[in-house]
């Protein structure tokens, strides 16, 4: 069985302690006369009676553990070595370096420093016969604090290094992510990459990204991370409403506007639900069935308010390239087939409160947006390559999501 209670960092302030009960369920307990900044999450505010979750790790602490082939290669590197490899085991093999604030450690252990930075512009330049992802995972898995069934790493990069001209940080966590794809969904790096474009175009806020020259490679840079070489507090939508990420799929939109409503303060309302609908709205006509609970969050400076602001779109991506019978990944106006145009007016101006003016010039950006991405993501399918068959999928996808952005289901 792994450590029976790890400590917890918010910021550089260590808060308390996280530990496992003799019923397999789990407490945090902050340490005497911490301040209020110290707090781990919004919906778990400084207090002396512990906070206790009876299925599992507590949301927040759940948020980051890897998944998919992150998580595997962890298991198969640490099982043998550590038995009843868990969640707890998990959280601190990889608490040095996790998306958002918190990181974690074993009492009275030294955190290992991270391996050496790598170059942002080799891993976008490589060409290659050897696994170059392979041996991301090997240096950096230990220090990968990120979910999703994606493969994918944090890595620190020498770009990182020095964030802007003013302002020279050596950080000692992560700088950056680095995502591949495998034979299950080939080509995804390429297919996020557009889908990315596509959000900007439509005025989304976006993370700055990079793809490979092979198309092997997205690399992105992480945007809980200031120019001063602070790390801001994150929370996902499973986390703001107490529901571990075997929930994300549950639920619905309307739900996530409630969220939006209780952590981000009234005077930003406008422009979060605006910004909110239109991620909905893009999702519909990239054909995007993986926008669930953990792909938006409230991004924040401070704990103490509660409060911060919606985060920047990620993780865009055409499933129905893969998935052709694919869905909306959760309920919209109580289904979750894809909407039509008219539904998605109704959703902006019944749970969204915008006026029907701007919900249609919302849809108009959208749309804007997806046919102006359109021609770039036509002219790399002409070009042929191994994305050619990918790409013309997602061109079929994007003209059945556009007509729905058009027309009423």
């Given at each position: 069985m792994g450590p029976p209670m790890i400590e917890v960092k918010a910021g550089k302030i260590l808060s308390g302690r996280l530990t496992r009960t003799a019923q397999q369920r789990f407490a945090f307990t902050y340490l005497p006369d911490v301040p209020a900044e110290a707090a781990v999450s919004l919906?778990?505010?400084v207090r002396s009676e512990s906070w206790t979750f009876a299925w599992g790790l507590h949301p927040i602490f759940q948020m980051n553990l890897p998944e998919g082939a992150l998580r595997l290669h962890l298991e198969n590197l640490l099982a043998k070595a550590v038995p009843g490899f868990d969640d707890l085991e998990l959280l601190r093999v990889t608490g040095h370096s996790h998306i958002g604030r918190l990181s974690y450690d074993a009492p009275g252990s030294q955190s290992d420093a991270l391996p050496a930075a790598v170059s942002v512009g080799e891993i976008l330049t490589y060409d290659g016969a050897e696994d170059l992802f392979r041996d991301l995972l090997e240096r950096f898995?230990?220090?990968?604090?990120?979910?999703?069934?994606?493969p994918k790493v944090l890595v620190r990069a020498t770009e990182g290094l020095k964030l802007s001209p003013d302002h020279k940080v050596t950080l000692q966590a992560a700088t950056h992510i680095v995502k591949t794809w495998d034979e299950r969904y080939p080509e995804l790096a390429l297919n996020e990459h557009y889908c990315l474009l596509a959000a900007q175009s439509s005025g989304l806020a976006v993370p700055n990204w990079s793809v490979s020259e092979n198309g092997r490679f997205l690399v992105v840079d992480r945007f809980d991370l200031d120019e001063q070489g602070k790390y801001w507090g994150l929370e996902d939508f499973c986390v703001l409403q107490g529901l571990g990420t075997k929930d994300k799929y549950s639920g619905s939109y309307e739900q996530l506007?409630?969220?939006?409503?209780?952590?981000?303060?009234?005077?930003?309302?406008?422009?979060?639900?605006?910004?909110f609908f239109k991620m909905i709205a893009l999702s519909v006509g990239l054909r995007n069935g993986d926008a669930h609970r953990k792909n938006f969050c409230v991004l924040y400076d401070s704990p103490v308010s509660r409060q911060g602001q919606l985060a920047p779109t990620f993780d865009q991506i055409t499933t129905t390239a893969y998935l052709p019978h694919d869905s909306m990944a959760l309920l919209l106006r109580g289904s979750k087939r894809w909407p039509g145009r008219a539904e998605l007016l109704d959703f902006a101006l019944k749970a969204c409160a915008l006026t029907r003016r701007e919900a249609e010039a919302a849809l108009g950006e959208v749309e804007n947006g997806i046919?102006?991405?359109?021609?770039?993501?036509?002219?790399?399918?002409?070009?042929?390559?191994?994305?050619?068959?990918?790409?013309?999928?997602?061109?079929?996808?994007?003209?059945?999501g556009l007509l729905a952005l058009t027309h009423s289901a």
């Open positions: 919906t778990m505010p898995a230990r220090f990968s604090g990120v979910s999703g069934v994606q506007v409630k969220i939006i409503q209780a952590f981000v303060p009234p005077e930003n309302h406008s422009d979060a639900l605006r910004a046919l102006s991405t359109r021609t770039s993501l036509q002219d790399r399918v002409l070009a042929g390559g191994t994305f050619a068959d990918t790409g013309a999928k997602m061109l079929k996808a994007w003209s059945e």
